[in-house]
């Protein structure tokens, strides 16, 4: 069936420094790829999100790359904040989901930002 | 603005019995979502619903029901509760099924 596989489960960096997070997906009929922050004891947060018509945006110090070919697409996080310290999720449409809206998630990535 | 309520927050329930997690949405979402969280995992989805009295089935439905009587609430149905139903549940709306998915914060259940 449908794959999001992510990587890596956790990251810790430095203060200051880039945080990337890369996610596969196995559909390749998905055409929308959102990202999520969660932190703890509440729900997700969509920070960014791209389209399958865009290979990259960006929003601040946040940044999605998409690869339609490869069928990957990464999170850049630069000057990283001790704030940014969350679970990150991605995620990926589901075959013939274009109207509803069905999301299949990675495992998650737990970043740690080390002041 | 309120967004997405769910109630309740934490739940404990024993096995065999049945309970309903409630969800809101006050953005005028056609679009709403159950989701199952559990240790280390991304999300999965349970149901879904395009609109007021149109449901179906996610990747992980049995052992569920919903129901969708308004645009704005949709519950999830735990009719005979079972240990491995133990996780957090989250809700999402969206206004489209192409627009970003806004989520409530869980309801935590334990099922002993």
């Known amino acids: 069936g449908e794959n999001v596989e992510q990587h890596p489960s956790t990251l810790s960096v430095q203060e200051g420094d880039s945080a990337v997070i890369k996610c596969t997906y196995s559909?390749?009929?998905?055409?929308?790829f959102p990202w999520y922050k969660q932190e703890l004891g509440k729900g997700p947060q969509l920070i960014i999100d791209?389209?399958?018509?865009?290979g990259e945006k960006k929003d601040q110090r946040i940044a999605v790359t998409l690869n339609k070919t490869a069928k990957h697409f990464s999170l850049h996080i630069t000057e990283t904040q001790p704030e940014d310290s969350a679970v990150y999720f991605c995620?990926?449409?589901?075959?013939?989901?274009?109207?509803?809206?069905?999301?299949?998630f990675g495992q998650g990535t737990t970043l740690q930002v080390k002041p | 603005n309120a967004g997405v309520t769910q109630t309740p927050k934490f739940r404990i329930l024993k096995i065999g019995q049945s309970m309903t997690l409630q969800c809101a949405q006050d953005?005028?979402?056609?679009?709403m979502y159950w989701y199952r969280q559990d240790p280390g995992m991304g999300l999965k989805l349970i149901y879904y619903?395009?609109?007021?009295?149109?449901?179906d089935k996610g990747e992980v439905p049995n052992g569920y029901n919903v129901s969708r009587s308004t645009t704005e609430d949709f519950p999830l149905r735990l009719e005979l509760a079972a240990p491995s139903q133990t996780s957090v549940y989250f809700c999402?709306?969206?206004?489209?099924?192409?627009?970003?998915?806004?989520f409530g914060d869980g309801t935590r259940l334990s099922i002993l």
């Open positions: 999402a709306s969206s206004y489209q099924g192409s627009q970003p998915q806004h």
């Open positions: 953005m005028n979402h056609n679009y």
């Open positions: 995620a990926a449409t589901s075959h013939g989901s274009s109207n509803t809206g069905k999301l299949i």
């Open positions: 791209i389209r399958s018509n865009v």
């Open positions: 619903s395009v609109g007021a009295g149109i449901t």
């Open positions: 559909d390749s009929a998905s055409n929308y």
